[in-house]
């Protein structure tokens, strides 16, 4: 805009202009005004386009991983491989081990090639066996053991693919592939479509992912999630049951109690620091102090929830401080008023008030510590195999256990690709969770939420 | 008796205590509570307190003590001469551990009786067979002085035991004793159990520094160490990474440089997309974004902040590593052949810089908030567009508080751990490539402390100092993002 100031002291008399038209520099600002705006609504579309293009990759990704290849058989239990006094000792079964029934497995897919009117394309029997996965023996051993009677009869049992069959439904191995692979044929392909065919193997919602144990590399069939998800149970019991009191006591203190001294002073900022120290430093104190100096079991959830504990600790005492600043001072004079003591105003009168804020603030801390992986590698839980559910209580704290953040880093560090579907199934159960907890929190924090 | 049973046992005494003082102060008032001094749940409170705190202190120091000590009179009993070859001190306490641990459990599980577990000595032979009998499994047949070391370490912790067990009931009946001698109703009781429960909150608020002082001297024993075994300027001015794993004397040539380098590189390609990114849609969404939009698009973006960084990790490695080598890969979409693998720097900078936005992003707008109306209406009434206004007013004066946020991310930025792990790679290089696989301090720590190195050596040590590193690094730029915001903060009024 020209200032009239200056238009004045010119003796040449200039364009009058309407404040009507735009001119130039206004259309350019007008312009740049525009471009600025565009370019702050891309960088919010950018924010949910990632935010979307993770959950699609997730959920697509993942949903491969609740499903599983079964073959249905029917095999028969002959009494002069399992049972060769016919006494139906138990010990006397409990002697043949796995070896001895693969054969039985080899036999019932030969019964129904025969039965489907296919050519038998391998010389040995023993080919079959490949198609199914290394544990099914163990099933068939572990029926056998439980129902000794059934020995002598044809059962139809609901057995597990092999991993790469498995691939083969899910898309992953390909004729071409397999050529490379010594594990499979093509012709175990050819008869796996014709078996298909006959309604014999489908792909279907594996219970067993959700709710069974981490199996080792070669039976990527086999593995589950649910021993992991029993660990961090027992993980977040212990950071629920130290860090609560621990946080809520330390809050009281600061806030209520605590002189304006150094002292405090101090603590304070030993607080705001310990919010920002990397994670990675908490799983070297824990590995320093919990495991090489108090000698405590090796990848435990004890010792697990004891660093999270020390993680989520700020978290709750900064959630606890907000909901007792909250509470007006009217409440406390009023206590004070009517002859309580000062701690006796804080617990019967403010810390009640100040609860579901409390709540809240632990929740989302939880929430947080189920999601930490980086300490837990380092107090032992990488490598280690899930394999067994705790059986006790106190087995459950202090036996080696895995926990679903270190489990799902355990599958993706794996080389077999069927590992990366269970690691991505694994971060769907995780975000459920999370998910869950999160809603609890809000819904809470709506339901009990006062304004003073 | 096990310490479980034995804290079991003082805090039942102790409620046993809380009923009796009660019913005592009532009965010294003749049974009218108006008489009492305080409420007459304070004179229980104060027989539980009496009880419980001094015994179960005097447990919560001794049981970690106790082992140290007596490891230190056990190893005394063993001669140099006696440690196996390519074997520390450490290992045989070790050894002696295990064995006086497992001869336990046998006794416990009645596989062998005490007395025998006593006796056990060389001498008889097959000490390996008698013990997997029972049930322990042992490497290889024990030398005598581990197995007569063993036994001494079984002996001295049960004295030790034994006393802790008699110290604390003795504490605790005494301590029930006095508070039922003194609990009458012109005690002061509820004036005592305030003290008590105000020493017990001060405990709980000094955990955190408790927390502080134990990284810091776990961080400075291991790295005092670590410094011992290897020459710091090696550490800290060396520029090459390889750590020698054939055992114990390899030449690992271990230099800090390129991990740092590494760290460095891909928290600015992180910071490169979050800090646009965070700042233009913090922007947006507190000038000109409308609630009903704000209330949406808000907690969208907090959603990514909430996502495990494991899952960002996974990410990387799977989704976004294939896709840059499919666009800048060898034969890929461009053509460029840049990117030898999956795992980069770019990858993982990417992925983090998604995972940072939020971060930016809620910090700028709370600050951007901060800025009173009046500055943008007096701005506006100047005759200035929106965003002229921001650029020019706005911005500048929450500046000191935005780049205090850009530093707090970039501190969250070199902490970060999964997702270099998983996207980034574990060569250590020194390179500009933003392609090539990277590495930085936080993987490198995991990867140290996670392989089959013994704890004793440089290998395994490396990654305290490593952690030292980092730790100072992190908490120097929180420090000096609190000192820019305090420094140059303006008070509005």
């Known amino acids: 805009m020209s200032d009239s100031a200056t238009s004045h002291r010119q003796s040449t008399p200039f364009a009058k202009t309407s404040i009507l038209a735009t001119n130039a520099r206004t259309r350019r600002r007008k312009a740049a005004e525009a471009r600025f705006r565009l370019y702050g609504l891309i960088a919010v579309a950018t924010g949910m386009a990632f935010l979307a293009l993770l959950l699609v990759a997730i959920v697509s990704n993942g949903a491969r991983g609740f499903q599983q290849t079964f073959v249905t058989l029917e095999i028969e239990l002959r009494e002069d491989m399992l049972d060769k006094n016919g006494a139906r000792d138990i010990e006397d079964i409990k002697k043949v081990s796995t070896f001895g029934y693969a054969p039985l497995i080899d036999s019932g897919v030969a019964a129904v090639v025969t039965r489907l009117g296919l050519d038998a394309p391998f010389e040995s029997e023993k080919e079959y066996r490949k198609m199914l996965s290394s544990g099914a023996a163990a099933t068939l051993r572990n029926y056998v053991l439980e129902n000794p009677e059934m020995i002598g009869r044809t059962v139809a049992f609901r057995l597990l693919a092999s991993s790469r069959v498995d691939g083969y439904f899910k898309g992953r191995v390909t004729r071409e592939s397999v050529a490379r692979d010594k594990n499979l044929d093509a012709e175990h392909l050819d008869l796996v479509d014709r078996l298909r065919d006959a309604g014999l193997i489908e792909k279907t919602f594996n219970w067993g992912f959700v709710l069974g144990a981490d199996a080792s590399d070669s039976r990527a069939e086999q593995a589950g999630f649910g021993v992991s998800m029993l660990g961090s149970l027992f993980m977040m019991l212990v950071v629920l049951g130290l860090s609560l009191p621990i946080g809520v006591a330390a809050s009281i203190y600061l806030e209520e109690f605590a002189p304006r001294n150094r002292c405090t002073d101090l603590i304070e900022v030993n607080i705001s620091n310990l ?124 036996a080696p256990n895995s926990a679903m953040p270190a489990q799902i880093y355990e599958w993706a560090k794996r080389a077999d690709p069927a590992f990366y579907e269970r690691a991505w199934g694994g971060i769907i159960i995780l975000l459920v969770f999370l998910v869950a907890m999160n809603m609890i929190a809000v819904l809470l924090r709506r339901r009990f939420e006062r304004r003073w | 008796m096990s310490h479980s049973w034995l804290a079991l046992i003082v805090l039942a005494l102790a409620a046993v205590g809380c009923l009796a003082g009660r019913a005592r102060a009532l009965r010294s008032a003749g049974g009218d509570a108006r008489r009492l001094h305080s409420l007459p749940s304070y004179y229980g409170a104060n027989a539980f307190l009496a009880t419980a705190a001094p015994a179960l202190l005097l447990l919560a120091v001794w049981i970690p003590l106790q082992p140290i000590y007596v490891e230190s009179r056990v190893s005394d009993l063993i001669p140099d001469a006696a440690i196996a070859e390519g074997g520390t001190r450490e290992l045989a306490m070790a050894d002696v551990r295990r064995i006086a641990e497992g001869l336990d459990y046998a006794v416990r599980r009645g596989a062998m009786s005490s007395d025998a577990a006593d006796s056990l000595d060389i001498g008889g032979g097959g000490v390996r067979e008698r013990l997997a009998e029972a049930g322990v499994a042992l490497g290889s047949e024990p030398r005598p002085e581990i197995l007569l070391a063993a036994q001494r370490y079984r002996e001295i912790s049960r004295v030790g035991d034994a006393s802790l067990a008699a110290i604390a009931l003795i504490l605790a009946a005494g301590g029930l004793a006095w508070a039922l001698a003194r609990g009458d109703r012109r005690f002061r009781a509820r004036i005592v159990v305030e003290k008590g429960v105000m020493t017990l909150l001060a405990g709980a608020a000094s955990v955190a520094v408790l927390t502080t002082i134990g990284i810091v001297l776990s961080l400075i024993f291991n790295t005092w160490e670590f410094f011992a075994l290897h020459s710091w300027t090696d550490f800290f001015f060396g520029t090459t990474w390889s750590p020698s794993f054939s055992g114990r004397g390899g030449a690992s040539e271990l230099g800090v440089v390129p991990l740092i380098w590494g760290t460095l590189y891909i928290s600015l390609i992180a910071l490169l997309v979050a800090v646009p990114i965070g700042l233009y849609a913090a922007v947006y969404l507190s000038e000109y974004a409308g609630p009903r939009a704000r209330s949406i698009a808000k907690p969208l973006i907090e959603i990514l902040a909430g996502i495990p960084t494991i899952v960002y990790g996974l990410f990387a490695l799977l989704a976004v590593g294939p896709a840059l080598v499919r666009a800048f890969g060898e034969g890929g979409a461009l053509g460029l052949g840049w990117m030898p693998g999956g795992t980069a720097a770019m990858t993982a900078g990417l992925v983090m810089g998604i995972m940072l936005i939020p971060f930016v992003s809620s910090l700028s707008d709370d600050i951007i908030n901060a800025v009173p109306q009046a500055l943008r209406d007096g701005s506006l009434g100047l005759g200035a567009t929106r965003s002229e206004t921001i650029r020019h007013v706005v911005l500048p004066a929450a500046l000191p508080g935005i780049v205090g946020a850009v530093l707090l991310a970039a501190s969250r930025a070199i902490g970060e751990t999964m997702i270099v792990v998983l996207g980034a790679g574990a060569a250590a290089k020194l390179s500009l490539n933003p392609f090539e696989a990277m590495t930085t301090v936080t993987a490198k720590i ?46 509005y009024e």
């Open chain 1, 275 to 398: 919010a920002a120290v990397p994670s990675i430093v908490f799983g070297i104190l824990g590995l320093a102090v919990f495991i090489q100096f108090m000698h405590l079991p090796q990848s435990a959830p004890l010792v697990g929830g004891l660093v999270l504990t020390l993680m989520t600790l700020p978290t709750i005492i900064i959630a606890t401080r907000a909901s007792l600043k909250s509470v007006p001072p009217s409440i406390r004079d009023a206590a004070l008023g009517v002859g309580a003591s000062k701690m006796q105003a804080v617990f019967h009168h403010v810390l009640p008030l100040a609860a579901p804020g409390i709540l809240t603030g632990t929740i989302i801390g939880l929430a947080q510590a189920l999601g930490e992986t980086a300490p837990l590698l380092l107090i032992g839980m990488v490598g280690f195999i899930a394999s067994n559910p705790p059986e006790t209580w106190v087995e459950g704290f202090v």
């Open chain 2, 446 to 491: 995991v990867s140290q402390l996670t392989g089959d190195a013994d704890f004793a050596s440089p290998e395994a040590l490396v990654a305290f100092a490593l952690g030292m590193t980092l730790f100072v690094i992190t908490l120097g730029l929180n420090a000096f993002a609190l000192y820019i915001v305090r420094k140059y903060r303006e008070q």
